[in-house]
C-alpha cells in the first residue's frame, strides 16, 4: 500500500516508517522537521518537508503521492507549550488535521489512523481508564485530541473513510527528542548519561503508563490493516501499568550507571533532583489495551525494565 505518515520523521512517525517497510508497504513523509529529523529515516524513503498548516504544500504532496493510507502522527505534542500558545497548538493539531482529512477525502483514502492521546483525554486517574471514561482534558493540547477526534468520527461516517484514533499513553523508546519538554525517558537518559542532574517537576510521585515505541508503531500497522466494524473506533494504546516518576528516574539511572560501567567509568550517576511542578501535569494517568486487544490482537510486549535498558544504551551509542 502507499502509505502517507505525516510526522513521518520523528520519533513515532518514523518507527512506523520502518516497520511499513519491514511489511512490504511504499511509506512517504511529510515532515516539517520542526522536531523530526532526516537522520532517522532510510535513504530510500520519500520526504516531503510540509508544515501541515499549509494547505497548497500539502495538496500538492496528495496530488503526487495518491495515498491509499493515511497515518497521521505530526502534532504539536508539548502540554506546557499549549497553555502558553494555545493558539498556536490549534493551529497544527486542529487546522493542520482539518487539511489533512480533507486532502484524505478528496484522494479517496481509505484508512486513516490518527495519533491521539489517553493522557490528555481521560484526565487525573488512578485505575487503566477504558475508552469509554468521560473525557476531561485540563490543557489546551487535551482540548485538541478530544476536537481532532471529533473531527475524525465525522468524516468517517461522513465520507466513508474507515478511521482510527489511537489514544496513546506515554511512548518512549529510541529517537525520542531529549531536548523539549515531552519525552521524560529520553531527558532523564542524556542528562544522566553526560553525569548531568535530571530534574523531576513536582514531588515525583505523579503515575504514568509508559509503552516501548515498537509496540505502539505495531500497533499502527494492525490499525490500518484492520477490517472493523465501525467507520470510527478509538482505542487505547498504553500497558495499564503505572509507574512513579520517582521510580522511572531510579530505573533510568540504573541503566545509566551500567553504560558507565561498561566503558571503565568511575564515580556515581547523579540521582534526580526536584523542582517546580509544570502547569498542565496530571497526578495519575493509566490506560486499559484490553479493547485494542480484542479488535486488533494487539498487546504490550516489552517489558518498562527491557524497553529502558534499549532505549537508555542507543542514547550512550550515540552520545556526543
Not at 18 to 27: C, V
Not at 113 to 140: Q, T
Not at 157 to 186: I, T
Not at 207 to 231: C, I, S
Given at each position: 500500500?502507499?502509505?502517507?505518515?505525516?510526522?513521518?520523521?520523528?520519533?513515532?512517525?518514523?518507527?512506523?516508517?520502518?516497520?511499513?517497510?519491514?511489511?512490504?508497504?511504499?511509506?512517504?513523509?511529510?515532515?516539517?522537521?520542526?522536531?523530526?529529523?532526516?537522520?532517522?529515516?532510510?535513504?530510500?524513503?520519500?520526504?516531503?518537508?510540509?508544515?501541515?498548516?499549509?494547505?497548497?504544500?500539502?495538496?500538492?504532496?496528495?496530488?503526487?503521492?495518491?495515498?491509499?493510507?493515511?497515518?497521521?502522527?505530526?502534532?504539536?505534542?508539548?502540554?506546557?507549550?499549549?497553555?502558553?500558545?494555545?493558539?498556536?497548538?490549534?493551529?497544527?493539531?486542529?487546522?493542520?488535521?482539518?487539511?489533512?482529512?480533507?486532502?484524505?477525502?478528496?484522494?479517496?483514502?481509505?484508512?486513516?489512523?490518527?495519533?491521539?492521546?489517553?493522557?490528555?483525554?481521560?484526565?487525573?486517574?488512578?485505575?487503566?481508564?477504558?475508552?469509554?471514561?468521560?473525557?476531561?482534558?485540563?490543557?489546551?493540547?487535551?482540548?485538541?485530541?478530544?476536537v481532532g477526534e471529533d473531527y475524525l468520527r465525522f468524516f468517517a461516517h461522513e465520507h466513508g473513510m474507515k478511521?482510527?484514533?489511537?489514544?496513546?499513553?506515554?511512548?518512549?523508546?529510541?529517537?525520542?527528542?531529549?531536548?523539549?519538554?515531552?519525552?521524560?525517558?529520553?531527558?532523564?537518559?542524556?542528562?544522566?548519561?553526560?553525569?548531568?542532574?535530571?530534574?523531576?517537576?513536582?514531588?515525583?510521585?505523579?503515575?504514568?503508563?509508559?509503552?516501548?515505541?515498537?509496540?505502539?508503531?505495531?500497533?499502527?500497522?494492525?490499525?490500518?490493516?484492520?477490517?472493523?466494524?465501525?467507520?470510527?473506533?478509538?482505542?487505547?494504546?498504553?500497558?495499564?501499568?503505572?509507574?512513579?516518576?520517582?521510580?522511572?528516574?531510579?530505573?533510568?539511572?540504573?541503566?545509566?550507571?551500567?553504560?558507565?560501567?561498561?566503558?571503565?567509568?568511575?564515580?556515581?550517576?547523579?540521582?534526580?533532583?526536584?523542582?517546580?511542578?509544570?502547569?498542565?501535569?496530571?497526578?495519575?494517568?493509566?490506560?486499559?489495551?484490553?479493547?485494542?486487544?480484542?479488535?486488533?490482537?494487539?498487546?504490550?510486549?516489552?517489558?518498562?525494565?527491557?524497553?529502558?535498558?534499549?532505549?537508555?544504551?542507543?542514547?550512550?551509542?550515540?552520545?556526543?
Amino acid at each position: 500500500m502507499r502509505v502517507l505518515v505525516t510526522g513521518g520523521a520523528g520519533f513515532i512517525g518514523s518507527h512506523i516508517v520502518d516497520l511499513l517497510r519491514a511489511e512490504g508497504h511504499a511509506p512517504v513523509v511529510v515532515d516539517d522537521l520542526s522536531t523530526g529529523s532526516r537522520d532517522n529515516l532510510s535513504d530510500s524513503v520519500p520526504l516531503h518537508v510540509v508544515d501541515i498548516r499549509d494547505r497548497a504544500a500539502l495538496a500538492e504532496v496528495f496530488e503526487q503521492v495518491r495515498p491509499q493510507w493515511v497515518s497521521h502522527q505530526a502534532a504539536q505534542m508539548s502540554v506546557s507549550r499549549s497553555v502558553r500558545e494555545p493558539l498556536f497548538d490549534a493551529e497544527v493539531n486542529v487546522i493542520g488535521l482539518l487539511h489533512v482529512l480533507e486532502l484524505s477525502q478528496q484522494h479517496g483514502v481509505e484508512r486513516f489512523v490518527f495519533a491521539s492521546s489517553g493522557g490528555v483525554l481521560y484526565g487525573d486517574v488512578f485505575e487503566p481508564a477504558p475508552e469509554d471514561h468521560p473525557a476531561a482534558p485540563i490543557s489546551p493540547y487535551g482540548i485538541t485530541k478530544r476536537v481532532g477526534e471529533d473531527y475524525l468520527r465525522f468524516f468517517a461516517h461522513e465520507h466513508g473513510m474507515k478511521a482510527v484514533a489511537l489514544r496513546y499513553s506515554n511512548v518512549y523508546g529510541p529517537r525520542q527528542n531529549p531536548h523539549g519538554e515531552a519525552g521524560v525517558v529520553a531527558i532523564f537518559s542524556k542528562k544522566m548519561l553526560a553525569g548531568e542532574q535530571a530534574t523531576i517537576h513536582g514531588d515525583g510521585e505523579h503515575v504514568r503508563d509508559y509503552v516501548y515505541v515498537d509496540d505502539v508503531a505495531r500497533a499502527n500497522l494492525l490499525a490500518l490493516a484492520a477490517e472493523l466494524a465501525e467507520p470510527f473506533t478509538a482505542l487505547n494504546i498504553g500497558t495499564g501499568v503505572g509507574t512513579t516518576t520517582n521510580q522511572l528516574a531510579a530505573r533510568i539511572r540504573e541503566c545509566c550507571q551500567s553504560c558507565w560501567a561498561d566503558a571503565g567509568r568511575d564515580g556515581e550517576v547523579p540521582a534526580a533532583q526536584h523542582g517546580p511542578p509544570r502547569a498542565g501535569d496530571l497526578r495519575s494517568n493509566l490506560v486499559s489495551p484490553k479493547r485494542a486487544g480484542q479488535l486488533l490482537g494487539w498487546e504490550p510486549k516489552t517489558p518498562l525494565a527491557e524497553g529502558l535498558e534499549r532505549t537508555v544504551r542507543w542514547f550512550w551509542e550515540r552520545r556526543g
